[in-house]
Nanobody, 123 residues
Framework: QVHLEESGGGLVQAGGSLRLSCAASGRTFSSYAMGWFRQAPGKEREFVAATRWSGGNTYYTDSVKGRFTISRDNAKNTVYLQMNSLKPEDTAVYYC????????????????WGQGTQVTVSS
């Protein structure tokens, strides 16, 4: 079992920054992917960014490229999502997830999910 806990959400003005954290506890493997997804009211959950505990490639959805950065601290079992130049359309509940996935940009295959953290960007 793996437990994920997100933190760092909040209210920020457009153009501001936030850093989300996702702390993992339990059994994790270097092959696991760590992903960030978000869900806005009335919309489906969408992929934001992903990486692997073992390093290697990172993945971003087009709308956040150049603004968001995913990183990890293996010693702390924590993955971060640095979000800069935030826009009102980034407003959503952000979830982290982990699992053995071959396509980290797809929610299918992620076995464990956090409870989510709210990010609200005011215009």
């Amino acid at each position: 079992q793996v437990h994920l806990e997100e933190s760092g959400g909040g209210l920020v003005q457009a153009g501001g920054s936030l850093r989300l954290s996702c702390a993992a506890s339990g059994r994790t493997f270097s092959s696991y992917a760590m992903g960030w997804f978000r869900q806005a009211p009335g919309k489906e959950r969408e992929f934001v960014a992903a990486t692997r505990w073992s390093g290697g490639n990172t993945y971003y959805t087009d709308s956040v490229k150049g603004r968001f950065t995913i990183s990890r601290d293996n010693a702390k079992n924590t993955v971060y999502l640095q979000m800069n130049s935030l826009k009102p359309e980034d407003t959503a509940v952000y979830y982290c997830a982990t699992g053995v996935v071959t396509t980290p940009w797809r929610a299918f295959g992620y076995d464990y999910w956090g409870q989510g953290t709210q990010v609200t960007v005011s215009s």
